[in-house]
């Protein structure tokens, strides 16, 4: 193989014709995506322009992750709505919807929120009452309705006045009265402050969970470090070949038009081995024996 | 040969004869013999002259082992420095058996994250699938780590034609060292291996003759490389292990990497171990990169 010198102008086309392989990558990438080859014959394109979210959805790959992500931004607001829509249609079908879900007012003023189960034929309940800042207590599950409304009803909260005592002698008035710095006192309103009138939704908003970000960051992450050790590796391995001397390449190169540029010898290895090199032969003593 | 030689018409240099596979030790140990009796030393300023083992280890190494990648058996090429051209086998098949687990029991996971996600799948199919990846992942996975432990480890230097030269069994195992014997194709012993410790900061191969005694050892030459190859893999190659021959409280030779990606070794000896044989060396070198092979991903090893 002829060994052609490195010089300047060698290496300026090696050096350009690298950057240029870099360089024009989206380029190529560009042009051979939209070869006419790889283009649908004139007759099969559609004629009207899709809808561009559709076409987001039904051809971009990335539909079914965008959908999942809408599944899971879906909030318990959300959920109720539907549901709430749900029965709306059933309703407008002529389907008979009972109502599962009632709000009862305590005579204390207490809010009771009692959920209708279906319990082998029978309809059984489950209530919550109101606490302070709009929040709801579970009271009891699997009684009838009117048992559900008298354990609110002897319920005592804290600021209420004193119940008689029972007659079994066990109930609020003998158990050990909260200590005061632990009762959940309403907090006091500060001025200017208004206290709305409807109760504000109890809508839980959705925690994104940390660890999609986390793996997107660390796949970053390692894709960097691939891409260094590429280039790593690309300029070490550049630099061990002998006709590349980008790094420390000591005696493979000879100058261009030299008498060992021409040559077709190859020239002599780098390596460890200085005693294989030949070495110049003395003059021929003449043989007397 | 030897007649060819007394012609030498510059009876005061050694001149290097080209090589003849196969190469004939004991016909150049002759020559050399004849040469050295024969001929008085230079007074004075000399140029190095050779020795005999000079000469026969710069004809014998250095010794190329080549991966062949992509295969499934573990495969290598050896080219030793007199030209001969032979191969090694060793099965890779618990490893390739615990990476079809692991990638099974990813697809596992991948299903059953799908059947989550989408409520109206149909039970039947999705059962399948998820049952049919899970039970071949689990099965493959441990079968594979099975083997892998208790199965005797074998790696076989052949030439060519396929006859069998030399052959890596192992002989003693436990959980951090291990004993191999190299044998030739007779069973007869000509070396012992030890891998010990684990191997943390650098690798250490240990090579005994068949009577117990210390050989040479195979060391790595950086702690950083080995440290950095716990942590990145050997990233493209970069991190891949470079050996270092130590015998007798000297460096006896090298195991340079060659190639892109550094999977090629090159053994190179400037000192003379007169019983090891180069293709013994190149058996060995072919073991333990069958035995430790860098990963791309952060691994013990």
Redesign the interface.
Same mark, same amino acid.
């Not at chain 1, 460890?272 to 294989?276: D, V």
């Not at chain 1, 070495?279 to 003395?282: E, Q, R």
């Given at each position: 193989m002829l060994r052609l010198g490195m010089n300047a102008e060698n290496r300026k086309r090696v050096y350009l014709s690298c950057i240029f392989a870099v360089v024009s990558l989206p380029g190529g990438a560009h042009a051979s995506l939209n070869s006419p080859s790889l283009k649908l014959p004139a007759e099969l394109e559609p004629t009207t322009n899709w809808r561009k979210d559709i076409v987001l959805e039904a051809r971009s790959p990335y539909a079914l992750m965008r959908l999942?992500k809408l599944?899971n931004l879906k909030t318990t607001a959300d959920t109720f709505d539907l549901i709430g829509r749900d029965a709306n249609r059933l309703k407008n079908l002529g389907a008979k919807v009972e109502k599962r879900l009632r709000a009862i007012q305590t005579d204390k003023g207490r809010r009771l929120l009692v959920i209708e189960s279906i319990h082998r034929d029978k309809p059984l309940y489950t209530g919550y009452v109101n606490g302070p800042k709009n929040t709801y207590a579970f009271l009891a599950s699997g009684l009838h309705l009117a048992q559900v409304v008298t354990a609110a009803e002897s319920l005592r909260f804290p600021g209420d006045e004193p119940q008689l005592p029972t007659e079994t002698g066990i109930g609020p008035e003998s158990a050990m009265p909260m200590p005061e710095e632990m009762r959940d006192a309403p907090r006091a309103v500060s001025a200017g402050e208004t206290i709305p009138e409807k109760p504000q939704p109890m809508v839980q908003t959705y925690k994104q969970s940390p660890w999609p970000n986390r793996l997107k960051t660390l796949f970053g992450w390692t894709m960097l470090?691939?891409g260094i050790?590429?280039i !790593?590796?690309l300029i070490? !391995?550049a630099g061990?070949r002998k006709s590349l001397p980008l790094t420390g390449s000591t005696t493979s190169t000879a100058a261009p038009g030299s008498a060992a540029a021409l040559t077709q010898l190859p020239p002599f290895k780098r390596g460890?081995?200085?005693?294989?090199t030949p070495?110049?032969?003395?003059k021929?003593?003449k043989q007397t024996a | 040969m030897i007649s060819e030689f007394s012609e030498n018409p510059y009876p005061g240099i050694l001149v290097r004869p080209l090589p003849k596979p196969p190469y004939d030790a004991a016909t150049s140990l002759a020559r050399t013999a004849t040469k050295r009796t024969s001929v008085p030393r230079l007074s004075g300023l000399s140029a190095p002259s050779p020795t005999l083992e000079e000469i026969v280890y710069s004809d014998r190494y250095p010794v190329v082992v080549k991966r062949r990648r992509f295969r499934f058996w573990h495969k290598s090429v050896v080219r030793t420095g007199t030209g001969n051209v032979l191969r090694t086998k060793a099965s890779r098949l618990p490893r390739l058996m615990r990476a079809w687990g692991l990638w099974s029991l990813a697809a596992a996971w991948v299903v059953a994250h799908g059947i989550a996600e989408s409520a109206g799948a149909d039970p039947l199919a999705s059962a399948f699938w998820l049952n049919s990846f899970l039970w071949f992942g689990l099965t493959s996975y441990f079968t594979g780590a099975f083997f892998g432990t208790f199965a005797k480890k074998r790696l076989e230097l052949e030439t060519t034609a396929g006859e069998l030269v030399y052959q890596v069994r192992r002989i003693a195992g436990g959980i951090l060292t291990s004993h191999f014997s190299l044998r030739d194709e007779l069973g007869n012993e000509h070396l012992r291996l030890q891998r010990s410790g684990t191997q943390f900061f650098k690798r250490r191969w240990k090579f005994y003759d068949r009577l117990g005694g210390a050989g040479p050892q195979i060391v790595e030459r950086s702690y950083l490389t080995a440290l950095c190859r716990k942590l990145f893999g050997h990233l493209w190659g970069n991190f891949r292990a470079r050996y270092t021959i130590w015998h007798n409280g000297i460096t006896v030779g090298s195991i340079e990497r060659e190639g892109f990606t550094n999977d090629r070794f090159r053994i190179e000896f400037w000192k003379e171990v007169p019983t090891l044989d180069p293709k013994l060396v190149a058996t060995a070198v072919a073991f333990i990169d069958h035995q430790d092979p860098e990963r791309w991903h952060p691994w013990f090893n």
């Open positions: 999942t599944k470090l691939l050790g590429f !790593w590796r070490s !391995w061990s460890k081995f200085t005693s294989l070495l110049p032969l003395p021929k003593e | -």
